[in-house]
């Protein structure tokens, strides 16, 4: 009532504006306004330490981001296959009770985590019960991740086993299976076995390619004769490519 007495002796002001400051003064208030911040804090603060210290039990960082397309049966055969892996009495136990009743997925998906996580000799275990199941059929890509699995860990030994097992049932490596089974015996000391899977690859059906010839000329600088052989045959293959020669007295070659 005030402020309209005092307006109606101020014909300045509009009747537009009068309007407005009427309004304004019976607007309802909002709960969410005019509150006590101090009071805000209050309440928030308890749902932010829920949210700090409550923790569901999944593993974080990128490992479980590796694993979410992982079944639980799955993961709990990994997680049990790595717990009893150094006693051979209760790993056998597990697996005759929780791995062999798994589904054909699920068997598959913990051989490709038992690899990606380098727990070789695990993932080799797991590829003979495959092998062992009515419904396997021989696959490339199966004995391909195994065996550059194994040449990565320098299990060459077990990695051979497995190239004969694929040999004979008629599957063929392709490119990157022989390039990482060649470094594999680079680093493991054997030039002669990685001349040997270079002379079978080169019997390849599939066309060359550029990456197991330059492992075999990398890794072979400290034998130039058997790398003049290599250099020779990938001048012929690649002609257009350059291939870099160190200084000869740096690897004793005079």
Same mark, same amino acid.
């Given at each position: 009532?005030?402020?309209?007495?005092?307006?109606?002796r101020?014909?300045?002001?509009? %009747? %537009?504006?009068?309007?407005?400051?009427?309004?304004?003064?019976?607007?309802?208030?909002?709960?969410?306004? +005019?509150?006590?911040? /101090?009071? &805000? %804090?209050?309440? /928030?603060?308890?749902s932010?330490?829920?949210?700090?210290?409550?923790?569901?039990?999944?593993?974080?960082? =990128?490992?479980?981001?590796?694993?979410? $397309?992982?079944?639980?049966?799955?993961?709990?055969?990994?997680?049990?296959?790595?717990?009893?892996?150094?006693? &051979?009495?209760?790993?056998?136990?597990?697996i005759?009770s929780?791995?062999?009743?798994?589904?054909?997925m699920?068997k598959?998906?913990v051989?490709?985590?038992? !690899?990606?996580?380098? @727990?070789?000799?695990?993932?080799?275990?797991?590829?003979?019960?495959?092998?062992? @199941?009515?419904?396997?059929?021989?696959?490339?890509?199966l004995?391909?991740?195994?065996?550059?699995?194994?040449?990565?860990?320098?299990?060459?030994?077990?990695?051979?086993?497995?190239?004969?097992?694929?040999?004979?049932?008629?599957?063929? #490596?392709?490119?990157?299976?022989y390039?990482?089974?060649?470094?594999g015996?680079?680093?493991?000391? %054997? =030039?002669s076995?990685?001349?040997?899977?270079?002379?079978?690859?080169?019997?390849?059906?599939? =066309? =060359? @390619? !550029?990456?197991? +010839?330059? /492992? $075999?000329?990398?890794?072979?600088?400290?034998?130039?004769?058997?790398?003049?052989?290599?250099?020779?045959? +990938? &001048?012929?293959? +690649? #002609?257009?490519?350059?291939?870099?020669?160190?200084?000869? &007295? /740096?690897f004793?070659?005079?």
């Amino acid at each position: 009532m005030a402020i309209r007495a005092f307006l109606s002796r101020t014909p300045k002001f509009s %009747s %537009s504006i009068l309007r407005i400051l009427t309004n304004r003064l019976h607007l309802p208030s909002s709960p969410f306004q +005019f509150q006590n911040p /101090i009071r &805000e %804090s209050r309440q /928030i603060q308890p749902s932010f330490e829920f949210g700090r210290f409550f923790h569901d039990g999944r593993p974080r960082g =990128p490992l479980w981001r590796g694993k979410k $397309l992982i079944g639980k049966e799955a993961l709990f055969v990994i997680l049990g296959l790595k717990r009893f892996k150094d006693d &051979e009495e209760k790993l056998e136990k597990f697996i005759k009770s929780h791995v062999r009743r798994l589904l054909k997925m699920d068997k598959i998906a913990v051989l490709a985590e038992l !690899e990606r996580q380098e @727990e070789v000799e695990l993932a080799l275990k797991m590829f003979k019960i495959i092998q062992k @199941e009515d419904w396997y059929k021989p696959d490339i890509y199966l004995y391909k991740d195994l065996i550059v699995a194994l040449a990565r860990s320098k299990k060459m030994e077990e990695a051979m086993q497995v190239w004969e097992s694929m040999k004979k049932e008629e599957l063929f #490596p392709d490119s990157q299976t022989y390039a990482e089974v060649i470094r594999g015996f680079l680093r493991y000391g %054997s =030039p002669s076995d990685a001349m040997n899977i270079y002379e079978d690859m080169k019997k390849s059906p599939d =066309p =060359p @390619e !550029e990456l197991p +010839f330059r /492992i $075999l000329l990398k890794g072979l600088l400290p034998h130039p004769l058997l790398r003049n052989r290599v250099k020779q045959d +990938f &001048e012929e293959l +690649f #002609p257009e490519r350059h291939i870099y020669d160190p200084p000869e &007295e /740096i690897f004793g070659m005079r």
